[in-house]
């Protein structure tokens, strides 16, 4: 049974930030992500997140990162200034 994110979730002219992008089960939730209209900040530790951000079209943004070391870091900001820099959800 696949997954439509679009049905759980609406993430329509949203930035999603998805870690491990460039392959795997982290591209099958970017994919689904973009097929419902979301642009995406792909991060992943490999170079290929470059040619796979491309790929799904040219408004998302590739990003070569530890995707666990920033999103810690991103977590220990203060809310207000989490607030400032863009709206966070979190899905569990």
Do not use: N
Not at 49 to 64: K, S
């Amino acid at each position: 049974m696949k997954l439509d994110i679009r049905k759980a979730f609406d993430f329509t002219s949203q930035f999603v930030l998805v870690t491990d992008g460039s392959s795997g089960i982290g591209l099958a939730i970017a994919q689904q992500f973009v097929e419902g209209g979301t642009w995406l900040v792909l991060v992943d530790c490999d170079d290929r997140v470059h040619g796979v951000a491309a790929e799904l079209g040219g408004q998302h943004l590739p990003l070569v990162a530890d995707g666990l070391m920033l999103l810690t870091t991103f977590t220990r900001f203060s809310p207000e200034a989490r607030s400032a820099l863009v709206h966070v959800r979190t899905m569990y």
